[in-house]
């Protein structure tokens, strides 16, 4: 006779399951074969087998996508493309001075607009004297650089650079990037074509190397000789020595021509958040008050833990996010009747295409800090809630099945983030 809480199957004790263990995450997740052990298979409703997985998986990937191995209820079974891609899995370029990894529109084919490279440099690593055939917008995640870069009027800029400061650079202006003592930099660049390639820059070293020495010497006024030590192949990031004072390399750079009148940096903290709610806050910078960024513009949002980006979408353009910390997940609703929830992590981009609806959920226990960047001069969204309170309530309330209370306490006005 068994004991309260045990298994008795074909004469062999089965020791009780823990009750902290048996969670129903847990009892869908055991096989068929330790299901039909412990006598629970055959009173399982069709339903709950079909939420099994039995067969071989790869448990860090499907426990880090919980939406995407049980979709909601709400998500369509017709297919959507998916718009997340972890900077994890892009290959690493690794160099003396530091290392450069993107994520195009090869790795994430519904990106068409924006292309992003991650890139890391040493204290002393430089990112090579270059330039692009797409606009750079960058922003600063980690410690300090120096960028220079000269402008169409040929007057220099060089600038310093820290923790959540941006920069852009329009196409075809020459620029440069080093890392600062203590410890380097590492910055997310942002392309505004998502068919670009950092591997595609056009480099100093590069360009050197493919021009016969005769008409480098004439061109700069100088013997053959003196160019004899030319690289014979692209450098793109390499270690050199830490950078003197900024005024020194600012007056050096200068020289008769003087300071651009640009200012290609943003120093982002230094400006109020746009808007603050219990919920969190977010910062639009865009051409507005960035008047460099001509192509490209961003929201820094801060969603605190349980809060929610709201229902929204964008009219003017694509939404590429970056993910800098915390855990959120976000449902995209495409044409067609169809819908889609996936999850983020820190080092994940997501893509939203223009005009779709969506909203991003803080499932964390912090806060989830990401980047919402537009192909666009201009940022501009608009809320649900919003278009719905300035509906006629009558038609508002015959689409939803909704009484008049609950008309009246959708809010009025646009809230960004909503509390949790």
Same mark, same amino acid.
């Given at each position: 006779m068994k004991k309260p809480g045990e298994f008795l199957v074909t004469g062999v004790e089965v020791k009780p399951i823990e009750r902290s263990r048996f969670t129903r995450r847990g009892f869908l997740g055991m096989g068929a074969a330790g299901l039909s052990i412990a006598g629970v298979l055959p009173h399982l409703s069709a339903s709950d087998r079909s939420r099994s997985d039995p067969g071989p998986g790869n448990a860090g990937l499907d426990s880090q996508n919980p939406e995407s191995m049980w979709p909601p209820s709400t998500d369509s079974k017709s297919l959507i493309p998916t718009f997340k891609y972890p900077f994890s899995l892009a290959n690493k370029r690794v160099y003396e001075g530091g290392w450069s990894r993107e994520v195009t529109v090869r790795e994430l084919p519904v990106s068409k607009s924006i292309a992003g490279v991650n890139m890391r440099l040493t204290a002393g690593g430089v990112r090579e004297l270059h330039w692009h055939t797409a606009g750079e917008w960058a922003i600063m995640l980690y410690g300090a650089a120096r960028i220079t870069a000269i402008d169409a009027d040929g007057k220099s800029f060089v600038a310093d650079v820290k923790k959540n400061d941006l920069w852009y650079f329009p196409s075809g202006i020459p620029h440069s990037i080093q890392g600062l003592e203590p410890d380097g930099a590492e910055f997310m660049l942002v392309f505004d074509d998502g068919d670009f390639s950092e591997a595609e820059t056009v480099l100093l070293s590069d360009s050197m190397a493919h021009i016969p020495r005769d008409v480098l010497a004439k061109n700069f006024g100088i013997g053959e000789k003196a160019l004899a030590d030319l690289p014979k192949q692209e450098l793109f990031i390499f270690q050199s020595g830490v950078p003197g004072p900024l005024e020194a390399d600012q007056k050096a750079a200068a020289g008769v021509s003087g300071k651009s009148a640009n200012d290609f940096a943003f120093r982002t903290m230094e400006k109020p958040p746009t808007q603050r709610t219990k919920g969190g806050e977010v910062r639009i910078v865009?051409?507005?008050?960035?008047?460099?960024?001509? %192509?490209?513009?961003?929201?820094?949002?801060? =969603?605190?833990?349980?809060?929610?980006?709201? !229902? @929204?979408?964008?009219? &003017?353009?694509?939404?590429?996010?970056?993910?800098?910390?915390?855990?959120?997940?976000?449902?995209?609703?495409?044409?067609?009747?169809?819908?889609? %929830?996936?999850?983020?992590?820190?080092?994940? =981009?997501?893509?939203?295409?223009?005009?779709? !609806? @969506?909203?991003?959920? &803080?499932?964390?226990?912090?806060?989830?800090?990401?980047?919402?960047?537009?192909?666009?001069?201009?940022?501009?969204?608009?809320?649900?809630?919003e278009w719905l309170a300035h509906t006629p309530p009558e038609?508002?309330?015959?689409?939803?099945?909704?009484?008049?209370?609950?008309?009246?306490?959708?809010?009025?006005?646009?809230?960004?983030?909503?509390a949790g």
């Open positions: 865009d051409s507005g008050i960035f008047t460099a960024s001509k %192509t490209v513009a961003m929201a820094m949002v801060t =969603v605190h833990p349980g809060g929610l980006r709201e !229902l @929204h979408w964008h009219p &003017n353009a694509a939404e590429w996010q970056y993910y800098i910390s915390g855990e959120g997940r976000m449902t995209v609703v495409a044409t067609g009747n169809r819908a889609r %929830t996936m999850n983020f992590q820190a080092g994940d =981009v997501g893509y939203v295409e223009k005009t779709l !609806l @969506h909203y991003i959920e &803080n499932t964390g226990d912090t806060d989830l800090v990401f980047l919402e960047i537009f192909k666009s001069s201009y940022y501009q969204d608009i809320s649900l809630s038609l508002v309330m015959a689409h939803l099945h909704i009484d008049r209370t609950t008309f009246d306490a959708i809010p009025r006005t646009e809230t960004v983030i909503m």
